[in-house]
């Protein structure tokens, strides 16, 4: 994905030499888990609609499966890179190992813009994708679900193409599926309100009352609206949250110091989250600069958008206002930022904690679907607060006893798990 200087596997890397430092990992143990284990990068060729023939990129990385099958969104977007997608299966990897759930790091990725893609495009690309790497993926091996600009549908058609191949009913294959057809209620909140349950816990620690707190969001898409809806309910105000202009290839802040209010929003925005700038206007909101959302003098900033957009040249922008960073989407702090806002104190619930929420209501998805029998919203989301909650009691737990920044904790405990698993495995 488009970067602004920073590789985010390098970072992601970086960010395991420091915690394998810590923990004295022996050598082989550290050269295992700096790499993924397998990696495929493969061409999906598509008949358009105009009748002409193009060749599109896809990769899938399984980073590391030994506390079971690679588990890991697909994501479609005109910057996808290679080394994008093995960050992502990294941080897929500690974030299964902090919330505990028997599952490895896995993502995969497509070269396209869905924005100029048809429907039946995008399906061909889909189908292409489980084509080339049926043998590769499955239910006991490698489970997928989406992530950026894939959606329910995608997975449907990737689900769909599979049982083709294999000729069976393999629900397990694929989380994200729309409900009634082996989906589970609370995924699409599942990502959103983790992150908000997480912030819940934090605030209890800082001594604050969620009802007089304020913040500032990046992104609208799936992730914010839902941490954005959970926190409005904790009584807690969003001032102010961003989007991706298609058109202008930038993005843009939406700024209401009253609060924002998520459906007059959802409204006036494309299915890709990106907000309509007139509309909000004409409804009152201030349509500011895209970075705008980090100069917010809010309490919580919750970046829920991309990677690398709190980076050394806007971190400084942070107000002193600001208590707690809850990273709603995956590697959004590069470390020289990440170096700053431990010096200045702020309370971090890092990406792989914080964003648990969607994979850990994924892993109930796929349990739903190789039994077959299905859970109301009202248990899956109270099995999902319960695993938030007590993976976020952890890591905090073990920062406070070992006096460590919460990104480092959090790493202390995946690492450790799953470098147990690989040396229980003789791996290593
Ligand atoms: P999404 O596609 O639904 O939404 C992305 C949002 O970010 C859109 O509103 C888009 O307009 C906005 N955006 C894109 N570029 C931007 C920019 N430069 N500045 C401001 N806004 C911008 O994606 P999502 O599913 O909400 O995922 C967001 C992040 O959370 C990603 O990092 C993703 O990997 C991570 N994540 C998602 C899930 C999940 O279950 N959906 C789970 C874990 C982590």
């Not at 284990?37 to 896809?58: H, N």
């Not at 989406?146 to 959606?151: A, H, I, L, Q, R």
């Not at 796929?366 to 009691?393: C, G, I, P, R």
């Not at 920062?399 to 990104?407: F, G, I, Q, T």
Request: glycine share 10%; with cysteine; net charge neutral.
């Amino acid at each position: 994905m488009a970067t602004k200087g920073v590789n985010p596997f390098a970072m992601a890397q970086a960010q395991f030499d420091k915690v394998a430092a810590i923990l004295d990992l022996d050598e082989a143990t550290r050269e295992l888990l700096r790499w993924p284990l397998r990696e495929y990068s493969f061409a999906i060729p598509v008949r358009m609609d105009d009748g002409r023939t193009k060749v599109f990129r896809g990769f899938r990385v399984q980073h590391n499966d030994a506390r079971g099958p690679a588990k890991g969104g697909i994501r479609f977007h005109p910057q996808e890179t290679l080394d994008t997608v093995r960050a992502l299966a990294t941080w897929m990897t500690w974030k299964c190992a902090v919330v505990d759930i028997p599952l490895g790091g896995g993502k995969g990725g497509v070269i396209c813009d869905p924005h100029n893609l048809s429907q039946r495009e995008q399906e061909q690309i889909c189908r292409g994708w489980v084509r080339q790497l049926a043998r590769n993926v499955g239910p006991l091996q490698d489970v997928p679900a989406p992530d950026v600009m894939t959606s329910a549908q995608h997975m449907l058609w990737m689900l769909d193409e599979y049982e083709r191949i294999h000729g069976g009913h393999f629900p397990g294959f694929i989380t994200g599926k729309p409900v009634g057809a082996g989906g589970s209620q609370g995924r699409t909140e599942a990502t959103g309100y983790g992150v908000v349950y997480t912030i819940r816990e934090a605030l209890k620690l800082l001594g604050l009352d969620a009802a007089k707190t304020t913040a500032s969001v990046q992104g609208f898409g799936n992730v914010s609206q839902y941490a954005i809806r959970l926190y409005q309910q904790l009584g807690g105000t969003v001032t102010c949250c961003s989007s991706w202009d298609q058109g202008d290839q930038t993005s843009y802040a939406f700024r209401k110091k009253d609060g924002i209010d998520v459906d007059q929003l959802v409204a006036i925005s494309d299915r890709f989250g990106g907000i309509d700038k007139a509309k909000a206007k004409d409804l009152g909101y201030e349509v500011l600069p895209g970075d705008a959302w980090i100069e917010e003098p809010v309490d919580i900033l919750i970046p829920a958008a991309l990677e690398n957009q709190v980076r050394g040249d806007n971190v400084e922008k942070i107000q002193p206002t600001v208590k707690l960073i809850a990273e709603g989407a995956n590697g959004p702090t590069t470390p020289e930022a990440d170096q700053v806002i431990h010096r200045r104190g702020i309370y971090m619930i890092p990406d792989f904690l914080a964003n648990a929420g969607g994979v850990t209501c994924s892993y109930f998805e796929q349990v739903q679907s190789n039994l077959n029998f299905y859970w109301e919203k009202q248990e899956v989301l109270t099995k999902l607060d319960t695993a938030m909650t007590s993976a976020f009691k952890a890591v905090s737990e073990l920062a406070e006893k070992r006096k460590l920044y919460m990104r480092d904790a959090a790493y202390v405990i995946s690492i450790n798990r799953v470098a147990q698993a690989c040396h229980d495995r003789g791996w290593v």
